[in-house]
């Protein structure tokens, strides 16, 4: 059972009625879903700015509720980061995708990008479960590690293990959220990363504030010098599509291609476009 292996800090446990459901945003309510398998991976097609064509795709967490109803990734995940939840689920996570490995190999995605956030991850173990994730996907896609800084691990030598142990793992490395909150210049000098994902704050306002086009322009200017692949998230309009190709970004995501969607219908998609 991989949610025995580690023991994050338990709550006293309340005496609750019987058969009522327990609350899915408590912390045992969130280990309850990993355990009954509700946790599942949705898929969100990423484009080549150049042939606007799917390229890869974001893998993103989605839990299911018992009594029907779909959460987002921000009702749980940060409970999982505080937890220490976090490593059970990226596991979890990895193994569902990693079942869903024959549906994926026919949509010959050139990578498949998985999120890690850099709170409270224990940099060998996460380089085990993305170990595992690129061996099953060997014959497939690229795995992408899209890694997010937070305020729990600033710490620049512990991001060096971390994102040395994911390269040895096999695994690309993305900064995600570039440009806000602790994603920094200083990582882009020294950490190995090989994309930067241009956070959807500054997608959002290109054509309200000169300022936010001007940042999206220099980002690029400065990853294009380091060799990294730009992605901007966020795209949700076609004027935006447009400005960013020619500003030159490298690939694109947004709702104005396709939201996060099970593998079903993510699939018959491709299929369809
Ligand atoms: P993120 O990695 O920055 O993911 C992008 C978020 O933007 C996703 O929200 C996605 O659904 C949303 N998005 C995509 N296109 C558009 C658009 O055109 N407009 C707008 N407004 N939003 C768009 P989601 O899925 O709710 O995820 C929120 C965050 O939760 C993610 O931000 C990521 O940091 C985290 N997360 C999601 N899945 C995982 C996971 O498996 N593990 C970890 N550690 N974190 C995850
Ligand atoms: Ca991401
Ligand atoms: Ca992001
Ligand atoms: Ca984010």
């Known amino acids: 059972d991989v949610l025995s292996r580690s023991s994050p800090p338990e709550r006293p446990k309340k005496a609750r009625p019987q058969g009522q459901a327990q609350d899915p945003l408590s912390l045992e309510g969130l280990r309850e879903s990993l355990r009954a398998g509700r946790i599942?991976?949705?898929f969100q097609p990423i484009l080549s700015a150049r042939t606007l064509q799917p390229v890869g795709a974001e893998?993103?967490?989605?839990?299911?509720?018992?009594?029907?109803?779909i959460l987002g990734a921000g009702a749980f995940i940060p409970l999982a980061e505080q937890s220490g939840l976090i490593m059970d689920l990226t596991r979890v996570l990895s193994?569902?995708?990693?079942?869903?490995?024959?549906?994926?190999?026919?949509?010959?995605?050139?990578?498949?990008?998985?999120?890690?956030s850099a709170a409270n991850v224990e940099a060998v173990g996460a380089a085990a479960i993305v170990k595992r994730?690129?061996?099953a996907f060997a014959g497939s896609s690229r795995i992408m590690i899209e890694l997010t800084?937070?305020?729990v691990l600033p710490?620049?030598?512990?991001?060096?293990?971390?994102?040395?142990?994911?390269?040895?793992?096999?695994?690309?490395l993305a900064i995600d959220d570039f440009g806000i909150g602790y994603s920094s210049i200083r990582a882009l000098a020294e950490l190995p990363y090989d994309a930067l994902k241009i956070d959807l704050s500054f997608v959002a306002e290109m054509f309200d504030s000169e300022k936010s086009a001007n940042l999206i322009a220099s980002m690029l200017h400065m990853a294009h010098s380091l060799n990294l692949q730009v992605v901007a998230e966020g795209v949700e309009t076609e004027a935006q599509r447009d400005r960013l190709i020619e500003m030159g970004v490298d690939r694109l995501q947004g709702y104005l291609f396709g939201r996060p969607v099970p593998i079903e219908q993510f699939a018959s998609q491709f299929v369809s476009s």
């Open 95 to 116: 193994e569902r995708l990693i079942e869903l490995e024959p549906q994926l190999k026919p949509l010959g995605l050139d990578f498949l990008s998985v999120n890690l």
């Open 40 to 42: 599942k991976p949705y």
């Open 133 to 135: 994730l690129v061996h």
């Open 59 to 69: 893998v993103l967490a989605r839990l299911s509720l018992p009594e029907g109803g």
């Open 155 to 172: 710490d620049i030598q512990q991001m060096r293990a971390l994102t040395t142990q994911l390269r040895l793992g096999g695994a690309s």
């Open 149 to 151: 800084e937070t305020a």
